[in-house]
Structure formats: structure tokens, C-alpha cells
């Protein structure tokens, strides 16, 4: 019937109802960001405390999330994409540095990005690692995409005379490697350091392997 209004376009609030889901999906990534990124992590985490923490129903948990492993990987994908957008933020700022001052400000660009929130860097680091094959996959993946990064800026430090040309496929995954590595000591405990020390430190490895003076 024309002019009729639907359920789907009934406002409740101020809200239409996709406003409605957004808040709801927000809300539960919020209380999942508490109580994965902070004590008592994933593990340790039942589909009731999110509920409760994101003052909302299961039924409404099940309209956005088929499991709490889906919430968990969302989170990850969210906190690994605050640190990608981080470091590509600061690309244009440095395009005109010598090549051990663009990685200075990208690597404190990407611990900043990656953990200036605690409650992030303890899930891309922490939470997500044995949870399941599927989150395995989604983990590597993501590690796959700073490889695929790191080769291109050392493409570009080739291209531009700054180091040797070489393949450093290898190079790039020992690195990240050693990012997750140094990455998840820390932040579980077992390195005491400012982020600014871990930079520096990250820095420092990348500037040693390719011998860039600073």
C-alpha cells in the first residue's frame, strides 16, 4: 500500500533501526573490548558477562554475533586496522626523510596505533593466539599483510638507492615475526618497557638488518 510505513523504517528515540543495530553492535564490542582486553580475557569470558556488561539481551548478542569467537575476531580485525590506518597516517608526512627517520615515525606510529590502549594490544597479541584454526588463519593473515608492507617499503628504499638490492621476503617475515614476538612478551608482562622503548627497539633490529645508519 502506498505510504505505508514499515517496521523496518519505524523510529524508536530519534533511531531507525539500522541506527538501532549499529549502537547495539557498538555496545557489544565495547564490553568485549573490557573483558577480552583486561582480566578475565577470552578464555575466561562467558556469553552472559558480555551481555550483562553491554546492558543487553543473548537474543540481541545472536541478531549481530553467531559465537563469541565472532565478536573476538572482529575485535581483532578492529585493533589491527586502528594500527594500520596509524602508520599509513604518517606516510605522507615522511615521504622526503632519510630512510631510518620514516622508519622511526612509522614503527612509533604502529605501537602507538597498536597500544596506546592496553585492552588492544593484549588482544592483537594475546587473546587471539591457539583460540582456533579460524582465528589462527584470520591472525596469519594479518601478519601476511604487514610482510606484504614491509617489502614494499623496502622496495621503495631499493628503489631509491637507500640499501642493496636483495630479496627481503625473508628479511620482512623474520621481522614481523619478531614484532609479534616482542609484542606479546610485553605486553603479557615479561619485558618491562615504555612504548616508546619498544619502538626503539623495533628500530633498532630493522636498522641492524639492513645496516642504515640512524
Same mark, same amino acid.
Given at each position: 500500500?502506498?505510504?505505508?510505513?514499515?517496521?523496518?523504517?519505524?523510529?524508536?528515540?530519534?533511531?531507525?533501526?539500522? =541506527?538501532?543495530?549499529?549502537?547495539?553492535?557498538?555496545?557489544?564490542?565495547?564490553?568485549?573490548?573490557?573483558?577480552?582486553?583486561?582480566?578475565?580475557?577470552?578464555?575466561?569470558?562467558?556469553?552472559?558477562?558480555?551481555?550483562?556488561?553491554?546492558?543487553?539481551?543473548?537474543? =540481541? +548478542?545472536?541478531?549481530? +554475533?553467531?559465537a563469541l569467537e565472532d565478536l573476538l575476531a572482529d575485535l581483532h580485525r578492529m585493533v589491527h586496522g586502528q594500527a594500520q590506518r596509524a602508520v599509513f597516517e604518517t606516510l605522507?608526512?615522511? =615521504?622526503?626523510?632519510?630512510?631510518?627517520?620514516?622508519?622511526?615515525?612509522?614503527?612509533?606510529?604502529?605501537?602507538?596505533?597498536?597500544?596506546?590502549?592496553?585492552?588492544?594490544?593484549?588482544?592483537?597479541?594475546?587473546?587471539?593466539?591457539?583460540?582456533?584454526?579460524?582465528?589462527?588463519? =584470520?591472525?596469519?593473515?594479518?601478519?601476511?599483510?604487514?610482510?606484504?608492507?614491509?617489502?614494499?617499503?623496502?622496495?621503495?628504499?631499493?628503489?631509491?638507492?637507500?640499501?642493496?638490492?636483495?630479496?627481503?621476503?625473508?628479511?620482512?617475515?623474520?621481522?614481523?615475526?619478531?614484532?609479534?614476538?616482542?609484542?606479546?612478551?610485553?605486553?603479557?608482562?615479561?619485558?618491562?618497557?615504555?612504548?616508546?622503548?619498544?619502538?626503539?627497539?623495533?628500530?633498532?633490529?630493522?636498522?641492524?638488518?639492513?645496516?642504515?645508519?640512524?
Amino acid at each position: 500500500m502506498a505510504g505505508k510505513i514499515t517496521p523496518a523504517e519505524r523510529r524508536y528515540g530519534g533511531k531507525d533501526a539500522a =541506527q538501532r543495530q549499529a549502537e547495539r553492535r557498538a555496545r557489544f564490542l565495547e564490553a568485549g573490548l573490557d573483558l577480552f582486553g583486561r582480566a578475565p580475557g577470552y578464555r575466561g569470558t562467558s556469553l552472559a558477562e558480555v551481555c550483562r556488561a553491554a546492558g543487553l539481551s543473548s537474543r =540481541q +548478542f545472536y541478531e549481530e +554475533f553467531h559465537a563469541l569467537e565472532d565478536l573476538l575476531a572482529d575485535l581483532h580485525r578492529m585493533v589491527h586496522g586502528q594500527a594500520q590506518r596509524a602508520v599509513f597516517e604518517t606516510l605522507p608526512s615522511i =615521504q622526503d626523510l632519510p630512510l631510518a627517520e620514516r622508519l622511526e615515525r612509522m614503527l612509533h606510529a604502529y605501537v602507538e596505533g597498536a597500544a596506546a590502549d592496553p585492552r588492544h594490544a593484549r588482544i592483537a597479541y594475546v587473546e587471539v593466539i591457539g583460540v582456533s584454526p579460524r582465528i589462527d588463519l =584470520q591472525r596469519l593473515e594479518r601478519r601476511s599483510t604487514w610482510i606484504g608492507f614491509m617489502t614494499a617499503v623496502t622496495d621503495e628504499a631499493v628503489a631509491r638507492g637507500e640499501i642493496p638490492p636483495a630479496d627481503y621476503t625473508i628479511a620482512g617475515a623474520a621481522y614481523i615475526g619478531a614484532v609479534n614476538g616482542l609484542m606479546h612478551d610485553w605486553v603479557v608482562g615479561w619485558v618491562d618497557a615504555t612504548r616508546a622503548e619498544i619502538a626503539d627497539e623495533l628500530l633498532q633490529l630493522l636498522l641492524g638488518r639492513y645496516k642504515i645508519a640512524l
